[in-house]
């Protein structure tokens, strides 16, 4: 008998309250308690973008909300400036490319978060630019980018607009949508959401909209004009995900009764105890600045295959974690702790850890880094 | 938000797919596809009871079953041997005063195991002795009776019958029921067998369902005859408890796929980490010799109030354990590992209560007694 440990940057735990409301019969979603839902989770969902702008909700993937967010905005021939520190700034710059869209790519070394004045000097330069993209989370080095900064930056010029993904962010840090001024924020449901995969959810400002009047790309299923003419009717333009959408119904009620602050205060403290832990235990970040409190991506000890870090700790200990991708293959293993997760998710994790690497002949001292998050996470 | 750990001895966590076959549509207990589960676990609970005995199903606590193991044996003025070492103990003892049958108490210090000898020696002293009442493992205590013993003792008379309380046993350490020559063994759903509460299981043996036939006293709802009568048939008298006997089929499915070894293995070793892991914080434990595998009792350091430790592992850290009772409360504090549990429980359980001692003023290493059990349960 193995218990399982989700521990993998999404999907995350789903929460007993809302997998009870998920298995709740289907409603028809044309029928009048199906719009009355769906105009309680939208309104949450601009309380949770800290917006007043309609937020809305696809039945995709979070891919599919960053899909929409360059065919919805951009033409063939348009240029934007593409922030890629790391595999999901890597996916701006190829969804770009698949819509025609010249794409000015600011590379940013991998566990690292970008310079807002390389964004600044490049606006500069390039006026014509008509988006920026960026991540506010980048999960494959477990780095947040500086939002609010870069927001302040593109908010000066008015031809261009900030699109955020925030994937891994909203719901784990702090993301005002308006008070910053972000166009577009997007978000998906498996994450701080603590939903399975299935809807994503993108806000757009009145600046955006306009943007879109003009776009000349097509867009069907994610066609967001389309889509807010339904969904501020409490409809939706094709079917909605009806099990989903009673899911998401629980999680805005629980989040809404922790409070936001309390959400993110929660969040910040686990990431710090799984940091000051993993460290405690002798281990490094792999972050060089600015980590995202979503996920910890820690390097592989010396003579330490992260790989078999990541598959011993689902094999012996039922614990999926994520590895390392592209060149950070064996090189790094990350821990999540967004979403449903208290205390004990990250001394179990730490402890974890700590148990294989002693199993892979890595000299640790179990508990050193359990003792460390133990003394954080104290009441 | 404050995730829930349920660490009391019983009820215990209910695995997911138990919670999903309870969930089933209800099936109406005359039809033919109930009688056929009703067989499946009839069966799968004679190998689990190691038995070749019917073993009863009943839709109450584990009382219930207590209740009708005096009833349908005793007769109002027949003599009972009742070990009484703890709140369990007690309880048989009140049963068959209930039911008009004499008592000789053999009373043992609560945290001590009985000495077989004892009882070896009652039975000679009295030879109309028509039962010997015990608990496999009494949880008041953590205390685990030397079961098999007691049966080799009893075997040598013919008109005396040994009762085995086995509600926090049976499934967690090896209860050999007929290679021992237990007569009647009793457990409950809510312990090892990871369902809610609500059903009782006995074991009958021909020597005392030869006692069965003679009985004075009533017994209606728990008439194990009656019952017998219908079971073998997969029938039962009453209605049965249906969402609960599906739950049970799931159990049984698992606890097989497991195999009974090491079902044993795991809970020893989880039983073995966990006293160790407290002794590694400094920490004593209450049973002075024979340690049940099912549940640690702990003592209360000097100074610091069992009761306070176990409300602020509830309150602080949504962890439920069990205090002490009667002349114990404030005294000791109660863990359980038996059931869905594996090593993240017991080091969970440790942690939190490092953290609880430490919030109290105690003064205890945090990680002490993690990094033992760590040691212990390292793959």
New interface residues.
Partial sequence: ???R?LLAPGPTPVPPEVLLAM?KPIIHHRAPEFAQIFGEVREDLKWLFQTTNDVLIFASSGTGGMEGAVSNFLSPGDKALVVNGGKFGERWGKLCKTFGVQVIELKVEWGHAVNPQAVADALKKDPSIKAVFVQASETSTGVAHPTKALAEIVKLHDGTILVVDAITALGVFDIQTDAWGIDVVITGSQKALMLPPGLAFVSVSEKAWQMADKTKNAAFYFNFKKERESQVKNQTAYTPAVSMILGLQEVLR?LKA?GLE??FL?QTRLAHAMREGAKAAGLSLFPKESPSDALTAICSPDGVDGQAIYK?LRV???MTAAGGQDHLKGKIFRLSHMG?M????V??AL??V??VL??LGHSV????G???A??L???
């Fill in positions: 008998m193995l218990k440990y298995a629980m922790e309390n959400v929660r011993n012996q200990y039922g449903y208290d205390s004990f998710d001394i179990t402890a974890a700590e148990m002693k199993g001292k179990l508990g050193s359990v003792a460390k133990q003394e996470l104290m009441a």
